[in-house]
C-alpha cells in the first residue's frame, strides 16, 4: 500500500445535509396504505399520535414533500459525530485480489458504535418539544436501546427498553451500557406487560422476539401517562432520519472521483440499509443512473427472500398497524442467530414496495458466512463489525468475487452500521467452532404464513 492512496473522505460542517430525503414522495407507484388494526381502515396521522410523538406520524404519512428540515438542535447534536467517514477498502480489495474498488461508510463512529443515534435524537427531540417526559422501545442486538438511552439522556427524557430475552443473556454489555445512560432494561417477554404475560402463560421458555418486545413496549407506552412510544427501524420516519448516511455518502463519492455501481446494506427493517440508498435511488427516480441495491439478509430470517407480501402486524401481540410488506408472519419465531438486530419478521413498507417493482434486490446469507466475511475484514481494515454488519460485508465480499472472475472492475459501496466490540461473545463462539448456519425448512415458512392467509 502507498502512502499518495487515500483512504478516507469526509466532509467540512458547513457541508452536512440540512434536510433529510423523503423517498415516499417520489416512488411512481405509492405503497399500499397501512391500515388501522381495529378498524382496518386506512391510517392517518392521527391515529398513530396516542403512540408516537405527532411531528414523527406527521413525517410517517408524508407522501408529498421529498425534503424535511432537520432541527438545527439536533443538527448540532449530529456534528458531535458526523460526518462519518467514507474508506476505501484497499486492504480488504487486496486480500479478495479483485479488480472491484470497495468502500465502506463507517457509522461505527457514532457515540454509541452505530447508525441508530441518527434517529434516536430527533426522535427524542420530538418527544421532549411535545412535553413527553418518558420514552420506551424495543431492541434486539441492544444498538438502537443503546441510541434511544443515550438520546433520552441528552433531552432529558426517561426511557424504558425491552431487550429481547436471547440478546439480553447474549449481550450483558449491552444492557450495562443502557442502563449507564439511564434507561430501565427489562428482558422481553416479560411479566410486566398483558402482552408479556399472554406470551409466556403459553410458551414459558420463549426466548423473545422482535415483534415480543415491540408489543410490550407499546403498551407502555399506551398505559403510561407523558409517554411515547420509539422505533429503531420499519417505520417511513426511522429511515427518513437515516438518510443523512446516503447524502453524506454522495458528496464524499464525489471526493473519491467514484461512483457506485453496486450499494449494500444488512437487513433487518430497512433502516440503515434505506438510510444508504434512497438518496442515491433518488437519481434513477428522476430517470438517472441506474445501480444495484442489495438488502442483505439472515438466512434465518429471510423475509425478503422467502417471505410473503401481505398486510401484517410489526409485533406479535398485533397492536401495531396492518402495514403492506414482505413478512414471514408476526408469529414467526426466528433463530437465536448472533445479528438480533436482523431476527425481525417483516420488512419496511417502502422497501417493501421496491422490491415488488424491482428497484432493489436480496441476498440471505448464512451465520458462519457471515462471520467469515467479519473475520476477514477485521483482519484487512482492522476494525471489527458488529455481527450484523458482517451480512452486509459477506454480501460485498459476493460480489467482488464477481468482478475477479469478470475482469469488471465494479465500484462496491456497503454501509458499516455498526463496530461488534461489544459483540465479542458471539466472536468467540466462531472461533471456537461453536457457531452453526439454521437453514429454515419450507414447512417452517409456510407454518408462519398461515395467519396470512
Not at 432537520?70 to 477498502?89: D, F, G, H, S
Not at 434511544?148 to 454489555?173: H, N, T
Not at 450499494?263 to 438510510?275: A, E, H, K, P, Y
Not at 440471505?364 to 483482519?379: H, T, V
Amino acid at each position: 500500500m502507498t502512502n499518495e492512496r487515500i483512504k478516507r473522505y469526509l466532509l467540512p460542517e458547513s457541508e452536512l445535509p440540512r434536510q433529510w430525503y423523503n423517498i415516499l414522495a417520489e416512488l411512481p407507484n405509492k405503497p399500499l396504505p397501512p391500515l388501522h388494526p381495529a378498524t382496518k381502515q386506512p391510517l392517518k396521522a392521527e391515529d398513530l399520535y396516542p403512540i408516537f410523538a405527532e411531528e414523527l406520524c406527521r413525517q410517517e404519512c408524508n407522501d408529498t414533500d421529498a425534503w424535511i428540515d432537520i432541527p438545527e438542535e439536533v443538527r448540532e447534536r449530529y456534528k458531535n459525530y458526523r460526518c462519518t467517514p467514507l474508506v476505501r477498502a484497499y486492504a480488504l480489495e487486496e486480500a479478495l485480489g479483485t479488480p472491484a474498488h470497495i468502500y465502506f461508510k463507517n457509522e461505527s463512529v457514532s457515540p454509541v458504535g452505530s447508525h441508530k443515534l441518527n434517529s434516536a435524537l430527533p426522535q427524542a427531540y420530538y418527544c421532549r418539544q411535545e412535553g413527553v417526559k418518558n420514552v420506551t422501545t424495543e431492541t434486539g442486538a441492544g444498538q438502537w436501546g443503546t441510541a434511544l438511552s443515550y438520546a433520552a439522556s441528552v433531552f432529558g427524557l426517561e426511557a424504558a427498553v425491552y431487550q429481547v430475552k436471547i440478546s439480553y443473556e447474549q449481550k450483558p454489555y449491552r444492557r450495562s451500557i443502557m442502563q449507564t445512560f439511564g434507561a430501565q432494561v427489562t428482558p422481553s417477554p416479560s411479566m410486566s406487560t398483558r402482552a408479556g404475560k399472554d406470551i409466556l402463560t403459553t410458551q414459558p421458555h420463549h426466548q423473545g422476539s422482535l415483534g415480543t418486545a415491540i408489543s410490550e413496549a407499546i403498551e407502555l407506552a399506551r398505559t403510561t401517562p407523558d409517554c411515547k412510544y420509539t422505533l429503531g427501524s420499519v417505520l417511513n420516519h426511522v429511515t427518513l432520519h437515516q438518510t443523512i448516511i446516503g447524502l453524506e455518502t454522495e458528496k464524499q463519492m464525489a471526493l473519491a472521483g467514484e461512483d457506485p455501481d453496486i450499494l449494500i446494506g444488512c437487513f433487518g427493517g430497512g433502516s440503515n440499509f434505506g438510510g444508504l440508498c434512497f438518496p442515491f435511488l433518488r437519481h434513477e427516480l428522476r430517470g438517472g443512473q441506474r445501480r444495484r441495491y442489495i438488502a442483505a439478509e439472515p438466512a434465518s430470517c429471510p423475509k425478503l427472500t422467502k417471505g410473503k407480501f401481505a398486510y401484517d402486524f410489526g409485533d406479535e401481540a398485533g397492536y401495531t398497524p396492518l402495514l403492506p410488506m414482505y413478512t414471514l408472519g408476526h408469529d414467526f419465531k426466528p433463530a437465536n442467530i448472533h445479528a438480533g438486530g436482523l431476527r425481525y419478521h417483516g420488512a419496511g413498507v417502502i422497501v417493501s414496495q421496491l422490491l415488488r417493482d424491482g428497484y432493489v434486490e436480496a441476498v440471505d446469507i448464512p451465520q458462519i458466512e457471515s462471520f467469515e466475511a467479519g473475520i476477514l475484514f477485521a483482519k484487512t481494515e482492522g476494525i471489527i463489525p458488529a455481527p450484523e454488519s458482517c451480512h452486509a460485508i459477506a454480501a460485498a465480499i459476493r460480489e467482488a468475487k464477481k468482478c475477479t472472475e469478470t475482469g469488471e472492475a465494479k465500484v462496491i459501496l456497503f454501509n458499516l452500521s455498526g463496530h461488534g466490540l461489544i459483540d465479542m461473545a458471539a466472536y468467540d463462539k466462531y472461533l471456537s467452532g461453536d457457531l452453526v448456519n439454521y437453514t429454515l425448512q419450507e414447512e417452517e415458512i409456510a407454518k408462519g404464513l398461515e395467519a396470512l392467509d
